[in-house]
């Protein structure tokens, strides 16, 4: 079945330490996206890739990278210098930048700070 | 102002109701308009998507644009537990351009009770 994994599906951190969710399409979509999800506020954009080894940063991109070495893979570092991580984030992919809004979205990986 | 506004609900109605939920959005350049289904604890899939003003329907969902008022809604019929979800709208302009970043709503949780 073609689709976006997200892993892990929850993930619990301490302060000062970086983690990394992971996300791989099987669509063979161009376009990658992460999202960052919170009560009340909507999708927010913090990165987004349309080809390989080249990103762009979304609206929210302060504390977080990302890297894109295979059409496959758009993984997310929530680093130390993120204030607030705890959230929901949801990994995206489309058929290319310039598709009309159709993403697709993975399940999701859910961020907890202790 | 948000570029698109949604009521966050709740919204409760029994099983067999018809439902209507709305957006506004604040820049006449958004051209494309989709909806987003997300189940609690799941990532959003795309429902219904439409280009410009106008209605487009499929099975028990309406989805309607109507640029000069700058209102987005979608109704569903025959509501069933199963729609159970936070509906989410969205919208953008043409690529290239300005408003090409797709832009959502902050979701309305709709229950439908059996």
């Known amino acids: 079945d073609g689709g976006i994994t997200q892993s892990p599906k929850y993930l619990f951190r301490k302060e000062g330490q970086n983690v990394t969710l992971s996300c791989e399409q099987n669509?063979?979509?161009?376009?990658m996206y992460w999202y960052r999800q919170d009560p009340g506020q909507g999708l927010r954009l913090i990165y987004y890739s349309q080809i390989v080894n080249d990103f762009q940063k979304g609206d929210i991109a302060e504390g977080y990278s990302v890297s894109r070495e295979k059409k496959e893979s758009f993984p997310l570092t929530v680093t130390s210098a993120q204030k607030n991580p705890t959230a929901f984030y949801l990994c995206a992919s489309s058929i290319s930048r310039e598709s009309t809004g159709e993403l697709f979205f993975g399940e999701g990986s859910r961020l907890t700070v202790l | 102002q948000k570029e698109v506004e949604q009521d966050p609900g709740p919204l409760s109605v029994p099983e067999g109701a018809i439902v209507s939920l709305n957006c506004t959005y604040s820049n006449s350049a958004f051209q494309y308009f989709m909806w987003y289904r997300q189940y609690s604890r799941k990532g959003p899939e795309l429902l219904m998507y439409?280009?410009?003003?106008g209605n487009k329907e499929d099975g028990r969902f309406t989805a309607q644009v109507d640029k000069s008022s700058k209102y987005i809604s979608l109704f569903i019929r025959d509501s069933q537990p199963s729609d159970s979800a936070t509906y989410l709208c969205?919208?953008?302009?043409?690529?290239?351009?300005?408003?090409?970043?797709?832009?959502f709503g902050t979701g309305t949780l709709l229950a439908v009770q059996p």
């Open positions: 969205a919208a953008r302009g043409n690529y290239g351009g300005a408003t090409n970043k797709l832009i």
């Open positions: 439409t280009y410009s003003s």
């Open positions: 669509l063979n979509h161009d376009a």
